[in-house]
Nanobody, 112 residues
Framework: QVQLVESGGGLVQPGGSLRLSCAAS???????MGWYRQAPGKQRELVAD???????YYADSVKGRFTISRDNAKNTVYPQMNSLKPEDTAVYYC???????WGQGTQVTVSS
């Protein structure tokens, strides 16, 4: 079983930036990877995902502000999050499609 470990979360002021990381214990080469988030009292939602050789998908709420990328050699997926807003506050989760593995999540709090 592949384990996914997210990191990079924290407290940031509105307008700030964070880059999260999702490091996999095994190869991600053949898998689409996604980032999801869950705010308190809300359902988990897809933020962005990246397939092999395809165009990344972004939720409308983050389009133009977030960029997802992957480094298959490092088995790592990154969302670069810019122009953060208070409504981006959530626990962010990494997902490996296909076998449906999930990470444990990392908290992102956007507040002044």
């Amino acid at each position: 079983q592949v384990q996914l470990v997210e990191s990079g979360g924290g407290l940031v002021q509105p307008g700030g930036s964070l880059r999260l990381s999702c490091a996999a214990s095994g190869s991600i080469f053949r898998y689409a990877m996604g980032w999801y988030r869950q705010a308190p009292g809300k359902q988990r939602e897809l933020v962005a995902d990246i397939i092999i050789g395809g165009t990344p998908y972004y939720a409308d709420s983050v389009k133009g502000r977030f960029t997802i990328s992957r480094d298959n050699a490092k088995n790592t997926v990154y969302p670069q999050m810019n122009s953060l807003k208070p409504e981006d506050t959530a626990v962010y989760y990494c997902r490996m499609y296909g076998n449906n593995y999930w990470g444990q999540g990392t908290q992102v709090t956007v507040s002044s």
